[in-house]
């Protein structure tokens, strides 16, 4: 899982069952029970690590690993390995996420075999938003698998170490396993989507925006049901509201869900930025102070683009104290 193969030439590597017991970061928090922490990092539009060194070196002591955003957004950025590798260099363990929007299967399965050799020691896999959404509306998508078959190939890759195409791969590759998922509408629902991530390989999950506490709970309660928190590790997603734009446009992100006395409470703020800026950074407290009471929660994931420098002191304000390891 989190660590690499060792002890074995090139040639005489064998499958998942040789490797030793994981030691990746995040990987050591989630199998301990500990309250894990992620936050993210979008690459620069730029080449340049330096703003990834600087926003890792922040969190350093408050997360246990940094997700690397993919071009999020169908936008082109420095690429999400060469930042998670910067992230490295920083002591942060990175997330590299891994969109399939711009690849094809040969292509994917070459970058998570980088990922490895690198020393990534997690991947999150995504299906990506399409190019329409993006800067480059021109560009051709590629979409040849979507994110639960990448994870089922991942998985083989690793466990199994063999290709898609079944050719066997020497070392094999080692990685903990992400997705994503929206725990949005109908709880059943969308347990049952996440159950199908989890058959494929996922061994954690990171959520959209949770500005719901009541509704996550009945969420959980119905990913409990079907047996999946024995299987996958869920970290909640959320993150302050930092300004009027941001508050107008999360409520049209699908899938995050603000409830009216969350957004009117915001609006109150408005009087002025750093007003409004104090608010979200209040609920966003209270929110993960909620969470945290969530049974069966294994962490929560801090999103909080362009105001990372937020993120120490809400984590403090809701009573999280920095790592210790």
């Known amino acids: 899982m989190g660590g690499k193969p060792g002890g074995r030439g090139p ?4 499958p998942a069952a040789d490797r030793p017991p994981p030691v990746g970061v995040l990987e050591r928090a989630l199998a301990a029970g500990e309250l894990a922490v992620t936050a993210e990092i979008g690459p620069p539009r730029g080449a340049s690590t330096a703003a990834v060194t600087r926003k890792a070196v922040l969190l350093r002591d408050w997360v246990h690993a940094v997700n690397i955003t993919d071009n999020a957004s169908a936008t082109a950025r420095l690429a999400a390995w060469a930042c ?3 992230a490295i260099d920083a002591d942060v363990a990175p997330i590299m996420q891994l969109t399939c929007r711009d690849r094809n299967r040969i292509a994917l399965q070459s970058d998570l075999l980088a990922a490895s050799a690198m020393g990534i020691p997690s991947v999150l896999i995504m299906t990506g938003d399409h190019p329409r959404h993006g800067d ?32 066997e791969l020497r070392p094999p590759p080692s990685w903990l396993l992400g997705a994503v998922t929206d725990p949005s509408g109908p709880p059943d629902a969308a347990a049952a989507r996440l159950a199908g991530k989890v058959a494929a390989g996922a061994q954690f999950v990171q959520t959209q925006y949770v500005f719901d506490v009541p509704a996550f709970a009945r969420w ?7 047996g ?7 970290l909640a997603g959320v993150g302050p509201v930092l300004s009027q734009r941001a508050l107008h446009r999360l409520a049209e992100v699908p899938g995050v869900h603000i409830p009216a006395a969350v957004a009117s409470r915001l609006e109150a703020a408005s009087g002025s930025p750093e007003k409004f800026r104090a608010a979200g ?23 909080a683009p362009g105001g990372e420098g937020t993120i120490p002191g809400i984590l403090r304000q809701a009573g999280l104290r920095p790592r210790l390891t």
């Open 11 to 14: 040639d005489e590597a064998g």
């Open 84 to 86: 998670s590798l910067a």
């Open 136 to 167: 480059h509306p021109d560009a051709k998508p590629v979409f040849d698998l979507d994110s639960t078959q990448l994870l089922s190939a991942a998985r083989t890759m690793r466990d199994e170490g063999r290709l898609m195409s079944g050719r």
């Open 220 to 226: 959980m309660d119905q990913v409990a049901s079907l």
């Open 228 to 234: 999946l928190l024995e299987r996958c590790h869920i």
């Open 281 to 303: 950074e209040q609920v966003c407290a209270e929110m993960i102070a909620g969470l945290v009471q969530v049974p069966g929660l294994a962490g929560l994931h801090i999103m």
